[in-house]
């Protein structure tokens, strides 16, 4: 299976996810293309969406490689084995730590300046990306939701190697994954348009209107 975009793996994911139409989950995608994706859901199921923050630290002098990731309150997970390889310092760990503090607080401000996230205690809560390659920020983000005590835990995911979906299966009550790769590669080269959002496109999936339900989300 190859995704024609991001709106098209939402919509796969959100088959899957058809019967929890009725349950009043809440669906939370990780920005930006995350968002994207969890968009779809959250109007298939006629479910409340927001964003969930984190970010990815990354190795210093290496750009493309990710040594962990860091959320909201004060989450902070790291990729042991990559930090090895690559002689990471503590202190430069630290220092890219607070880089990442320091981006997410940027981020907060923005995506919610107004209100707090949406409250997930007692909740089923969809956890969706568009695509996950290290799972240092999908370990963030579930961290995230035990802290504010979520009370079921969803991921759904289009595309993933099979052993990182595994080793998170463990912090999840269920993963959802149409594309699991016995091989680590470029996810992106399961979609054919994989171009990156900006925040401004990001808020605006955010605030668009979501498909009529005739319920209403307290």
Not at 103 to 112: D, K, P, Q, V
Not at 114 to 122: E, F, K, T
């Amino acid at each position: 299976m190859r995704f024609r975009d991001r709106r098209e793996a939402g919509q796969t994911l959100a088959a899957r996810l058809h019967y929890l139409r009725g349950h009043e989950p809440i669906v939370l995608g990780l920005p930006r293309g995350g968002v994207a994706v969890a968009r779809e859901v959250a109007d298939a199921l006629h479910a409340p969406l927001d964003a969930l923050l984190v970010h990815k630290l990354i190795a210093p002098r290496r750009p493309h490689l990710v040594i962990g990731a860091a959320g909201e309150p004060g989450v902070i997970v790291s990729n042991p084995n990559t930090i090895r390889a690559l002689k990471v310092t503590p202190a430069e760990f630290g220092r890219v730590a607070r880089s990442a503090k320091a981006e997410l607080a940027r981020r907060t401000t923005r995506y919610h300046p107004d209100a707090p996230p949406l409250p997930v205690a007692g909740r089923t809560v969809v956890l969706v990306d568009d695509a996950i390659t290290t799972g240092a920020t999908t370990r963030a983000a579930i961290r995230v939701l035990r802290a504010r005590e979520a009370g079921r835990i969803i991921l759904a995911v289009p595309v993933a190697p099979l052993e990182i979906l595994g080793a998170l299966a463990t912090g999840v009550d269920q993963t959802l994954c149409p594309v699991p790769l016995r091989r680590k590669g470029s996810v992106g080269d399961w979609y054919t348009d994989f171009d990156q959002l900006d925040d401004t496109e990001v808020l605006e999936l955010l605030a668009r209107e979501p498909a009529a339900t005739g319920t209403t989300w307290t």
